[in-house]
């Protein structure tokens, strides 16, 4: 298992914060997600064997936010 932590840009509320985690955690190999609102971090823990990096941007970015 891996884990990295995305700058999401556009995060403000408890709304927000679950439709982050919940894309995430759609993802297969996605084992972990939590998001500090306040600093606007995402720490993932994957498996890097079923999910890329590109695949995890894409998802918040569906769901309206920025990943830097």
């Known amino acids: 298992m891996q884990s ?3 700058d999401v ?4 509320c408890g ?3 679950m ?5 995430l955690n759609e993802l297969d190999g996605v084992s972990n ?3 500090d609102l306040a600093t606007g971090k995402v720490t993932v ?3 890097e064997s ?3 990096l590109e695949a ?3 998802a918040v970015e569906e769901q309206g936010y920025d990943v830097a």
């Open 4 to 6: 990295l932590t995305l």
């Open 9 to 12: 840009r556009g995060m403000t």
């Open 15 to 17: 709304h927000c914060k």
């Open 19 to 23: 439709s982050v985690e919940g894309a």
């Open 33 to 35: 997600v939590e998001v």
């Open 45 to 47: 823990t994957y498996d």
């Open 50 to 52: 079923k999910v890329t």
């Open 56 to 58: 995890m941007q894409e």
